[in-house]
């Protein structure tokens, strides 16, 4: 059965690393044309993937990749700070706007700039996380961008219907994010944070890309929230 991303145009935006290469590499294994869109990215072919740099807090930046690529059938949206646990009491505001910028904002303007380039029956993926519906001490930031990325999400199924929106909420995931940490260090958090899982482990990135995959190819999802979390909202 031929796949319905076969021949189409994905952009995924955000997608150096992480989840948004894995999102990449599974939507080109069922035949869709990639562009790979991010900060760190120059333009170039790799693999048999196409990338294009953008930078989604300038509204310019975003402007010149939808212009670069023109018409297109699926937007994934994976961008997303570094955000650091801290009490509203300890945390530097500017810092936060910031990290709304990117993730919440970042994914406004580049749903706005894209639809004039955007197939009528085409999707829009955003990615939430489940610090958004599972609170957590020091989490606010993440849990207010994500919460209103799940409440976005719905709205705009409504509106730009009958285009799909749709967003993709991982639980945690094993990839590059958690560079930062020492090798013991990571395996140590996977390890407690998996023990914790029904599943009994954390998640892979292919894992959490089959879900963007999904999100494209069924014609009769839309403004839903798609968990893939090992359990971890139970």
């Given at each position: 059965?031929?796949?319905s991303?076969s021949?189409?145009?994905?952009?995924?935006?955000g997608?150096?690393?992480?989840i948004g290469a894995a999102?990449a590499?599974?939507?080109?294994a069922?035949g869709a044309?990639?562009v790979?869109?991010?900060?760190?990215?120059?333009?170039?072919?790799?693999?048999g993937?196409?990338s294009?740099?953008?930078?989604?807090?300038?509204?310019?930046?975003?402007?010149?990749?939808?212009?670069t690529?023109g018409?297109?059938d699926?937007?994934?949206?994976?961008?997303?700070?570094?955000?650091?646990?801290?009490?509203l009491?300890e945390?530097?505001?500017v810092e936060a706007?910031?990290?709304f910028n990117?993730k919440?904002?970042?994914?406004?303007?580049?749903?706005q700039l894209?639809l004039?380039y955007?197939?009528?029956?085409?999707?829009?993926s955003?990615t939430?996380g489940?610090?958004?519906?599972?609170l957590a001490?020091g989490?606010f930031?993440k849990?207010g961008i994500?919460?209103?990325?799940?409440?976005l999400?719905k709205?705009l199924?409504?509106?730009l219907a009958p285009?799909?929106v749709?967003?993709?909420s991982?639980?945690v995931?094993?990839?590059?994010a958690y560079?930062?940490?020492a090798?013991e260090q990571?395996s140590?958090?996977?390890?407690?944070?998996?023990s914790?899982?029904?599943?009994?482990?954390?998640g892979?990135?292919?894992?959490v890309?089959?879900?963007?995959v999904?999100?494209?190819?069924n014609?009769y999802?839309?403004?839903s929230?798609?968990?893939?979390?090992?359990g971890?909202l139970?």
């Open positions: 059965m031929t796949s991303l021949g189409k145009t994905v952009i995924v935006i997608g150096s690393s992480g999102v590499q599974a939507a080109t069922r044309q990639v790979l869109a991010g900060r760190r990215l120059a333009s170039g072919r790799d693999n993937l196409r294009e740099p953008v930078d989604v807090t300038d509204a310019a930046s975003l402007q010149r990749l939808f212009e690529v018409r297109f699926h937007l994934v949206y994976t961008s997303g700070p570094s955000v650091r646990a801290k009490h009491a945390t530097d505001l706007q910031d990290n990117v919440l904002w970042g994914a406004l303007r580049a749903i894209a004039p955007l197939d009528e029956r085409g999707s829009i955003l939430s489940q610090l958004g519906r599972k001490a989490q930031i849990i994500n919460a209103a990325t799940e409440a999400g709205q199924a409504k509106e285009r799909r749709n967003v993709i991982p639980g995931i094993d990839t590059p560079a930062g940490l090798e990571r140590a958090m996977f390890a407690k944070a998996g914790a899982l029904p599943v009994g482990r954390v892979q990135a292919e894992e890309a089959a879900g963007y999904l999100a494209m190819e014609g999802i839309t403004g929230v798609i968990d893939i979390d090992g971890g139970l």
